[in-house]
């Protein structure tokens, strides 16, 4: 039996390419106020009696002492309720995916395969998600180039 557990990694520092992302969106005339990143990891444990992986807190501090994922100096880790993005946010994922098994030559038992993603969040002056139609313009306009990528929405 498996099931996917779901990271979110976010910047504690400032994020120059959440920044970029924002200058880029505005002078395409995107209406936003905001821009939020974050990698998502998503990892399919083995869910079997007494596999590890699997467990509360043995994954994520697993994943907390991989250096290329997580640095406790900048980054804050969390994991997500769910392995798709919530309303207003998008996922961009490589088009030709191939899951993974290991992270820096570093294999997690119990771990059957693992996928990363970029998320991204547009925010209006309001602190809300900007409207659909916004996100779906930055996303074919900016975020998410379908020659290679392909966006995940809600």
């Known amino acids: 039996m ?63 002492s991989i250096e290329t994922i997580h640095n406790p100096n900048k980054h804050r880790l969390a994991e997500r309720g769910s392995d798709q993005p919530v309303p207003g946010e998008v996922w961009v994922a490589p088009r030709d995916e191939a899951k993974a098994t290991s992270v820096a030559g570093r294999s997690i038992p119990g771990v059957r395969a693992i996928r990363r993603r970029t998320a991204w969040r547009l925010v209006d002056d309001e602190g809300a998600d900007v409207p659909s139609t916004e996100l779906v313009r930055a996303i074919e306009s900016f975020l998410c180039n379908p020659a290679f990528q392909v966006a995940i929405t809600a």
């Open 2 to 64: 498996s099931g996917t557990r779901t990271f979110a990694v976010t910047l504690t520092i400032p994020d120059n390419e959440a920044f970029t992302a924002y200058e880029t969106l505005s002078r395409l005339g995107i209406a936003v106020a905001r821009v939020v990143r974050a990698d998502i990891w998503l990892f399919d444990v083995d869910t079997t009696a007494g596999d590890l992986a699997a467990s509360a807190g043995v994954l994520a501090a697993t994943i907390a």
